[in-house]
């Protein structure tokens, strides 16, 4: 089974509104990484965050993580038309070289 | 760079036919890992390699195998193709499994 489920499976927002996408996770991690997907692209890493950070930052991208909820939250603020894609959450199982995504957020960015 | 590399963009193959996938890398990264897309099921694992001549399975590894005899190239083998392999595949690469992964644009796979 994944290790990874993303909630909610797909969001629709306005241009200039927040996104926040959910993932949860089963086991003990290393870290978590988010990836964005556009239609038909292959997956592009977005930011990773370690087992021993609470959270991150980068450009319009804020990323949480409560390891005691085994949960995590990519926040996009100020979205823009070009957002509109598919997110995933990836671990890294402790148990081996094995980097596990979830079933991903579609979001639709409109303009 | 090229990054990674997959081969071909797109295929059609008939039930039973056998098949490879290309994969390589020039960025020299040790581990690498071959992923199927569907809808509604996100990416699954299917084979990882930590490096040259060591492979391991991983979610869903049945109808495939893998081999890794160089660090730059990491086949994917359907032995006997079944519709059920009908995905999108991608391949993707880093320096150890817990960095950042560099994903190649994917096989569209489709099996009558």
């Known amino acids: 089974s994944q290790q990874g489920e993303e909630d909610p499976q797909a969001l629709s927002i306005q241009e200039g509104e927040n996104a926040t996408m959910n993932c949860s996770y089963k086991?003990?991690?290393?870290?978590l990484q988010w990836y964005r997907q556009n239609s038909g692209r292959g997956l592009v890493h977005l930011i990773l965050?370690?087992?021993?950070?609470r959270e991150k930052h980068s450009g319009r991208l804020r990323v949480t993580l409560d390891t005691s909820k085994k949960s995590s939250s990519l926040l996009i603020t100020a979205s823009r038309a070009a957002d509109t894609a598919s997110y995933f959450c990836?671990?890294?199982?402790?148990?081996?070289?094995?980097?596990?995504f979830g079933q991903g957020t579609e979001l639709s960015v409109k303009p | 760079n090229a990054g990674v590399t997959q081969t071909p963009k797109f295929q059609v193959l008939k039930t039973g036919q056998s098949m490879t996938l290309q994969c390589a890398q020039d960025m020299n990264h040790e581990y690498m890992s071959w992923y199927r897309q569907d809808p509604g099921m996100g990416l699954r694992l299917i084979h990882y390699s930590v490096g040259a001549g060591i492979t391991d399975q991983g979610e869903v590894p049945n109808g495939y195998n893998v081999s890794r005899s160089t660090t730059e190239d990491f086949p994917l083998r359907l032995l006997s193709a079944a519709p059920s392999q009908t995905s999108v595949y991608f391949c993707?690469?880093?320096?150890?499994?817990?960095?950042?992964?560099?994903f190649g644009p994917g096989t569209r796979l489709t099996v009558l």
């Open positions: 993707a690469s880093s320096t150890l499994a817990t960095d950042t992964q560099y």
């Open positions: 990836a671990t890294l199982w402790n148990q081996g070289g094995k980097l596990i």
């Open positions: 965050i370690r087992s021993n950070e």
């Open positions: 086991t003990s991690i290393n870290n």
